[in-house]
């Protein structure tokens, strides 16, 4: 079965770290561009970062995460992941990956994981 | 960036009734990377349309997108019970990509 399972969210104090999971079954995180995608309780959809396709593997990142979040992925484990840093009380999101088919849309999401940044 | 305006923010209808959303952009955008997205509470997003009219593996043709430039558009042709719920349009031809702010399809 083609899908994809998020891990790692939680309750985490502002300014602190978190890296959050996500692993593929059923296709290559190597071969496809996978996104995070995050969505504040009751607001809509905010795109924060892509990984590439390949060895290369370029990144891009919405300029509300730039500098604080860096997205990676391991190809022996078919995982893709998310390092926050310097968290903040609106990064307070529910985090999902989605797969990108070049120019065939975000096909794949997963369940999402909830991150709360609150003292 | 390129920002997306959904309207209406809300849209009121009947099962049976057809529905018509709207997306616009606020600049030229290749309809290549246009896409349409359906969000159900306590649900992921499901890809519905993408190169602006292209149905996503298992939508019913009840769906259907069209549009180009700056203006698109989501069309159901006739409501199911099933289908009251949250729409999205995206745009995915560079970064920094963008979503509109969504349209509620609520039961009348």
């Known amino acids: 079965e083609v899908q994809l399972v998020e891990s790692g969210g939680g309750l985490i104090q502002p300014g602190g770290s978190l890296r959050l999971s996500c692993t593929a079954s059923g296709f290559s995180v190597r071969n496809n561009y996978i996104n995070w995608v995050r969505q504040a309780p009751g607001k809509g959809l905010e795109w924060i970062s892509v990984i590439y396709s390949g060895g290369g593997g370029s990144t891009y990142y919405a300029d509300s995460v730039k500098g604080r979040f860096a997205i990676s992925r391991d190809d022996s484990t078919n995982t893709l992941f998310l390092q926050m840093n310097s968290l903040r009380a609106e990064d307070t999101a529910m985090y999902y990956c989605?797969?990108?088919?070049?120019?065939?849309?975000?096909?794949?999401w997963g369940q999402g994981t909830m991150v709360t940044v609150s003292s | 960036e390129i920002v997306l305006t959904q309207s209406p923010g809300t849209l009121s209808l009947s099962p049976g009734e057809r529905a018509t959303l709207s997306c616009r952009a606020s600049q030229s955008i290749s309809s290549t990377y246009f896409a349409w997205y359906q969000q159900k509470p306590g649900q992921a997003p499901r890809l519905l349309i993408y190169g602006a009219s292209s149905r996503a593996t298992g939508i019913p043709d009840r769906f259907s997108g069209s549009g180009s430039g700056t203006d698109f558009t989501l069309t159901i042709a006739r409501l199911e019970p099933e289908d009251f719920a949250v729409y999205f349009c995206?745009?995915?031809?560079?970064?920094?990509?963008?979503f509109g702010q969504g349209t509620k399809l609520e039961i009348k």
């Open positions: 995206q745009q995915y031809g560079g970064s920094p990509y963008t």
């Open positions: 989605a797969r990108e088919k070049t120019s065939d849309g975000f096909d794949i």
